[in-house]
């Protein structure tokens, strides 16, 4: 199947520094990828849509220019969350499809634990 | 915008019991997807519905699409400690591909 990664699986950092994750599909050309966060127990929440070669697009509430999403490419997209709080901290996970007109299934990475101190 | 509220939230079987979780949408799905996440691990896809009373089988797991194409429902048969886990329902409306992720039914499973 599909394989996604994610990188770094762990990441600690201080308050009002940034963090870049990467998301890459390894053996597939990903159209469209995907940034969620999940907090403990709880369901995933869509932060935002990224198209290789366009702005990213996101979700209500999410802010742009604190959370910045770069898909360069067919199999990478970053995310970048910027001047980092205490409240960032979370899981996110980025999953990246192919959206062919049958399938719409998404693959997720293993997700990124942030710990923001 | 679109809601999908997933039931029960919670459930403990006895290993060899059933289990089904629901799925209800507040609208109209082109396509219903379910996931697996395993405690501590991400989710993983299992399959999608998009045909109106769909019914697809995965050895012990039957999924289901409504006629009306707003529920489904996952049904695992004879449960083993191996099915433990979060289960996902996550809907797609007609017009965009994003998914709406219901809030999961944790499985869990006493030996």
């Known amino acids: 199947g599909a394989v996604v990664s994610q990188h770094p699986s762990r990441v600690i950092c201080k308050s009002g520094t940034s963090v870049k994750i990467e998301c890459r599909s390894l053996d597939f050309q990903a159209t469209t990828m995907f940034w969620y966060r999940q907090f403990p127990k709880k369901s995933l929440m869509l932060m935002a849509t990224?198209?290789?070669?366009?702005?990213?697009?996101?979700e209500q509430g999410v802010e742009k220019d604190k959370f910045l999403i770069n898909h360069a490419s067919l199999t990478l997209s970053t995310l970048t969350v910027t001047s980092a709080h205490p409240e960032d901290s979370s899981f996110y996970i980025c999953s990246a499809s192919q959206l062919t007109y049958e399938s719409y299934e998404q693959y997720f990475g293993p997700g990124t634990r942030l710990t923001v101190t | 915008g679109q809601q999908v509220m997933q039931i029960p939230q919670y459930q403990h079987v006895q290993e060899g019991e059933d289990f089904t979780t629901y799925c209800n949408s507040s609208?109209?799905?082109?396509?219903i997807q379910w996931y697996k996440q395993r405690p501590g691990g991400h989710p993983v896809f299992l399959i999608q519905l998009v045909k109106s009373g769909e019914v697809k089988k995965q050895k012990r797991l039957t999924f289901q699409f409504g006629e009306a194409k707003k529920n489904s429902s996952l049904h695992i048969t004879a449960t083993q400690t191996t099915d433990v886990g979060t289960y996902f329902c996550?809907?797609?409306?007609?017009?965009?591909?994003?998914?709406?992720f219901g809030k999961g039914t944790l499985l869990t499973v006493n030996p």
């Open positions: 990224s198209n290789e070669g366009s702005k990213a697009t996101y």
């Open positions: 609208t109209t799905l082109s396509n």
């Open positions: 996550a809907g797609s409306g007609r017009s965009n591909y994003k998914l709406t």
